[in-house]
């Protein structure tokens, strides 16, 4: 075997830089730009009653919201929270101080949004009830009940139209529980699930709405869905599988109404990852063979 020890180094150097230009370039595609959406603090309708508002937190309900958004990955999220807002001010203003140093955040730098959405939140429950049990004294049966219903208006920020609308909805009713008190209201881990449920549709209809689900390959009986765990699926979910067509265009204001969609078949989800998911063709339900740049939706 050959030893390189008493060779001189610019001969070992050569080779090693040879054999690295004989290697192919590596090109990356740019990512493409996220669309920004903000979210505004929910407003509160005329159908939520006062006695209930002190249990509805609209800042926690922003807060899963906004994380809902972000788990998508698929959008930008720009906060509209006003104490991180502030926060933001305030690092701006110590960085025009003599104490920065080096480039730092300018005041007025904030992002502006291409959708807002703003939540309305329509009815909101959250009680209580409780009857006393039969020939016992002192002891009552108790359930908790809750409900929270909104719409979600999305808004273009350029032109000032509304671009859909979602409508939002949990409830929640715990099992009847035997207590010595009537008294009291839910613990507010039932308000978060609520929040947490309606932030989760919200999150699906608008990536629903800007980016609907596609097939990404298909082979044999298998297909793989741009969808991961941010898309809301889970394993035995039946979808509908439809082939674009001609683009449908308003004949008065020649706005296009998307494309004319033909059911082809059905799939079902065999497996979720994090960023895509497999379904298994149905062949009893479907038509046509499903390809690549097929749309997939929910029933």
Same mark, same amino acid.
């Given at each position: 075997?050959?030893?390189?020890?008493?060779?001189?180094?610019?001969?070992?150097?050569?080779?090693?830089?040879?054999?690295?230009?004989?290697?192919?370039?590596?090109?990356?595609?740019?990512?493409?730009?996220?669309?920004?959406?903000?979210?505004?603090?929910?407003?509160?309708?005329?159908?939520?009653?006062?006695?209930?508002?002190?249990?509805?937190?609209?800042?926690?309900?922003?807060?899963?919201?906004?994380?809902?958004?972000?788990?998508?990955?698929?959008?930008?999220?720009?906060?509209?929270?006003?104490?991180?807002?502030?926060?933001?001010?305030?690092?701006?203003?110590?960085?025009?101080?003599?104490?920065?140093?080096?480039?730092?955040?300018?005041?007025?730098?904030?992002?502006?949004?291409?959708?807002?959405?703003?939540?309305?939140?329509?009815?909101?429950?959250?009680?209580?009830?409780?009857?006393?049990?039969?020939?016992?004294?002192?002891?009552?049966?108790?359930?908790?009940?809750?409900?929270?219903?909104?719409?979600?208006?999305?808004?273009?920020?350029?032109? %000032?139209? =509304? !671009?859909? @609308?979602?409508?939002?909805?949990?409830?929640?009713?715990?099992?009847? $529980?035997?207590? *010595?008190? +009537?008294?009291?209201?839910?613990?507010?881990?039932?308000?978060?699930?609520?929040?947490?449920?309606?932030?989760?549709?919200?999150?699906?209809?608008?990536?629903?709405?800007?980016?609907?689900?596609?097939?990404?390959?298909?082979?044999?009986?298998?297909?793989?869905?741009?969808?991961?765990?941010?898309?809301?699926?889970?394993?035995?979910?039946?979808?509908?599988?439809?082939?674009?067509?001609?683009?449908?265009?308003?004949?008065?204001?020649?706005?296009?109404?998307?494309?004319?969609?033909?059911?082809? %078949?059905? =799939? !079902?989800? @065999?497996?979720?990852?994090?960023?895509?998911?497999?379904?298994?063709? $149905?062949?009893? *339900?479907? +038509?046509?063979?499903?390809?690549?740049?097929?749309?997939?939706?929910?029933?």
């Amino acid at each position: 075997m050959c030893r390189l020890s008493n060779a001189p180094n610019f001969l070992f150097i050569t080779l090693m830089l040879g054999l690295l230009l004989l290697q192919p370039c590596q090109v990356y595609a740019q990512p493409i730009e996220k669309p920004r959406v903000a979210i505004k603090k929910p407003l509160v309708g005329k159908g939520v009653k006062k006695p209930v508002l002190k249990y509805l937190n609209l800042s926690k309900l922003l807060v899963e919201m906004e994380a809902s958004l972000q788990a998508t990955r698929k959008f930008e999220v720009l906060t509209r929270q006003k104490e991180t807002l502030g926060a933001i001010r305030e690092e701006q203003e110590f960085a025009k101080s003599d104490f920065a140093k080096g480039d730092a955040a300018q005041e007025g730098q904030f992002e502006n949004a291409n959708f807002l959405v703003i939540p309305i939140v329509q009815d909101f429950k959250f009680y209580r009830s409780a009857r006393p049990v039969p020939n016992i004294s002192n002891k009552y049966i108790r359930r908790d009940s809750g409900l929270l219903e909104i719409n979600a208006q999305v808004v273009d920020t350029e032109s %000032g139209a =509304i !671009k859909t @609308t979602f409508y939002l909805k949990s409830t929640f009713a715990t099992k009847d $529980e035997v207590v *010595n008190s +009537k008294r009291g209201a839910p613990s507010s881990v039932h308000f978060i699930k609520m929040a947490k449920r309606v932030s989760a549709q919200m999150a699906d209809q608008l990536v629903d709405t800007v980016f609907p689900m596609r097939v990404l390959n298909s082979q044999g009986n298998q297909v793989w869905i741009n969808r991961g765990k941010d898309g809301g699926l889970k394993v035995g979910d039946i979808l509908n599988v439809y082939c674009p067509g001609e683009e449908l265009v308003d004949p008065d204001t020649g706005e296009s109404l998307g494309s004319a969609e033909m059911l082809v %078949g059905k =799939i !079902k989800v @065999t497996r979720v990852n994090p960023k895509f998911t497999i379904a298994e063709i $149905e062949p009893k *339900n479907t +038509k046509e063979p499903i390809q690549k740049g097929d749309i997939v939706r929910k029933p």
